[in-house]
């Protein structure tokens, strides 16, 4: 029943900026103890986490991501975003948003969107 959705665009400029939107349905994104992530794999690589907002507002970033990144939400539209400054063509990934539940030391990203590829070229 839950669901998440990605938007945005799917080709961005070098050094422009990437904003995507995941929009949750049946859920809402202020319940305690979730987390909403994005998640990113490249071509030929594995899954890599770029950062999150808590159910409290806060954020979480991966370091090496952390100086280019923000995510931010609209607790009115039941969404949250992305933006992923000064982007390069290793950025080129299909973007996932997903779930994240948290029971103490324990999580699981249990909901994901389907994703969306964004191609950084020009």
């Known amino acids: 029943q839950v669901q998440l959705q990605e938007s945005g665009p799917g080709l961005v400029q070098p050094s422009q900026t990437l904003s995507l939107t995941c929009t949750v349905s049946a859920f809402s994104i202020t319940t305690d103890f979730y987390y909403w992530s994005w998640i990113r794999q490249a071509p030929g690589k594995g899954l890599e986490w770029i950062g999150a907002i808590a159910y409290s507002g806060n954020t979480y970033y991966s370091p090496p991501l952390k100086s280019r990144t923000s995510v931010s939400r609209d607790t009115s539209k039941n969404q949250f975003t992305l933006q992923l400054t000064s982007l390069i063509p290793e950025d080129t990934a299909v973007y996932y948003c997903?779930?994240?539940?948290?029971?103490?030391?324990?999580?699981?990203?249990?909901?994901w969107g389907k994703g969306t590829l964004v191609t950084v070229s020009s």
């Open positions: 997903a779930r994240v539940g948290v029971w103490g030391p324990n999580y699981a990203m249990d909901y």
